[in-house]
């Protein structure tokens, strides 16, 4: 192995292990959404980066994404939140 091959292949190495932890993150973010009745986590969505998380989606409430911003910078390893949600009501309200 050439020098230079065992550092592609370490950056490879390096680059999957990012993506699992920005996956983890996200896992982790899901979680602590589940834990909450008034949030529906299958209209949201969480991308990570590094820590750097952005949440987008609709919520039935603008009180929630407070509540949303809140519980995703609760949750360790995150180091920002960007939010992109909207207010969309339900049908017939």
């Known amino acids: 192995m050439t020098p230079?091959?065992?550092a592609a292949a370490s950056g490879a190495t390096n680059a999957k292990?990012?993506?699992q932890a920005n996956r983890a993150l996200?896992?982790?973010?899901?979680?602590?959404?589940a834990k909450y009745q008034d949030i529906d986590a299958g209209s949201i969505s969480v991308k990570a980066k590094n820590g750097a998380v952005t949440i987008n989606?609709?919520?039935t409430d603008a009180a929630l994404i407070?509540?949303?911003?809140g519980i995703a910078r609760?949750?360790?390893?995150v180091t920002s939140v960007t939010t992109k949600l909207s207010v969309q009501r339900p049908l017939g309200q």
Request: glycine letters at 16%.
């Open 74 to 77: 609760g949750v360790a390893g």
């Open 57 to 59: 989606g609709t919520v």
């Open 17 to 19: 292990a990012v993506r």
């Open 4 to 6: 230079a091959s065992g």
């Open 66 to 69: 407070e509540k949303i911003t």
């Open 26 to 33: 996200q896992k982790q973010i899901y979680a602590a959404f």
